[in-house]
């Protein structure tokens, strides 16, 4: 009889240690994890698995699409992991790896407050790209939908590529046929950009020869 007792005693201690160790999923925010940032309309939620659920899917990076906010995160991946505070050991520095002569030319003079200012960050960004779309204006018109190298030329590419190695090097590469390339200090190459992050939509950005972030940003 004690033996029995003993027995179905274990058992219940066994049952009850087994479940404990299963939680329920527990709805996250992308916008603060560490290396994955986001600006403050760009919050996107998920969720984090159970321990059956990771033993069957491998991870996923949130989906965007093929969006402008699809784009963006993209290129800080690719650029920083998504962190603003990174400065690389050739300087360039934030969430998109700006160099001190690009930051002057759209009105930001302090670094230090560069770094430690996403929101400066962010429309750094996007005033560069309207740079490069006005000083790509007329290749974007007539190179976007070819094909050089076996790469599809699109818009978005060849602002990723203008962003990577500037807007004169693009036009060398596509008035060239692809010919003259570009790399840079880590051997990443400007036609790589363009296949990269092809294919998004970048038509909310308007083009202008001279764009300033505000001071107050």
Known sequence: ????WAYFLGLILFI???SSGFKTNKAKQFGKIEGFHLAEDEIINSTVPTIDETAKVNLVLPFTGKSFIG???AIAIKESQGLYKLVNPYGYMGKYQFGKTTLRAIGIYDTKEFLNNPRLQEKAFKALLSKNKWELRREIEQFDGKTIKGIKIT???LLAAAHLAGANSVKKFLHSNGNRGFRDGFG???KSYIKK???YDTSNIIANPQPKVPQDS
């Open 16 to 18: 009850a240690t087994i």
């Open 155 to 157: 818009e978005s590419g």
């Open 71 to 73: 784009f963006k995160q």
């Open 1 to 4: 009889m004690i033996k029995k």
């Open 197 to 199: 992050f092809g294919g």
């Open 188 to 190: 990443t190459s400007l």
